[in-house]
């Protein structure tokens, strides 16, 4: 219905009050419009009906209509206020996850620590160390044990490589001097030359041939 039909209205109709231009435009309005209809109708039932009980039952229907809507206001923005706070709990809950993570992954990642790394000389040889090659034939050995002949080398290495392995066989004279001294081939004569020396000028040995692996590390 219409908000301009007011309840005065349609009791001014119900009672004859109206002019006849008036009476017939509320009766079209009333053709055009079932709940107009049904106003006028619902109200020509009633006995008694006056402006002041309309006017009462007018204001409850508007109070009621009233009270709903803030209902629906007060649930919508309540259920509005909850669903911010359930997502601000749940950012901040990501955001201590992520602090955590981030300090355990520092804490327990081992500390990048410089390496610093130190080359030996040319002229310093960390260790030196000779070996027997056993085989058939191969009985020769130093006097003075293998301890004491590999102190001897480490006191006397000369021009050795710095590091790596070198193989001579050599023949024991009946004096117990090393003779026939030879190395594998590819190496340097001078190698060779100092390899000699070296045996020469050392200890004895008991035997008549040996093969060493003289190593450098």
């Known amino acids: 219905m219409n908000d301009n039909y007011h309840i005065i209205r349609i009791q001014q109709y119900l009672n004859g009050t109206l002019s006849r231009e008036e009476m017939h435009q509320m009766e079209r309005e009333a053709l055009e419009d079932p709940l107009l209809n049904d106003a006028i109708e619902g109200y020509r039932l009633q006995n008694k009906v006056d402006h002041g009980r309309l006017s009462l039952l007018q204001q409850r229907l508007a109070a009621r209509i009233e009270g709903q809507q803030q209902e629906r206001h007060t649930f919508y923005f309540s259920w509005q206020r909850l669903g911010v706070a359930a997502t601000a709990c749940v950012l901040m809950v990501l955001v201590l996850v992520l602090l955590w993570m981030r300090s355990h992954t520092t804490h327990t990642t081992p500390a990048e620590k410089e390496v610093v790394v130190e080359l030996t000389p040319p002229e310093t040889v960390a260790g030196i160390h000779a070996e027997p090659v056993m085989g058939e034939g191969l009985d020769a ?17 000369g021009n050795l490589p710095i590091a790596g392995e070198l193989v001579v066989t050599f023949d024991v004279d009946p004096t ?16 060779v030359a100092n390899v000699q020396r070296i045996l020469q000028e050392g200890p004895l040995w008991n035997g008549t041939k040996g093969k060493l692996t003289i190593s450098v590390d």
Request: aromatic fraction near 12%; hydrophobic fraction near 35%; charged fraction near 20%.
């Open 141 to 157: 050995y130093p006097e003075t044990g293998w301890e004491q002949f590999n102190t001897y080398l480490a006191e006397n290495k």
């Open 176 to 191: 117990g001097k090393p003779t026939a001294i030879r190395a594998l081939d590819g190496v340097s004569a001078s190698l």
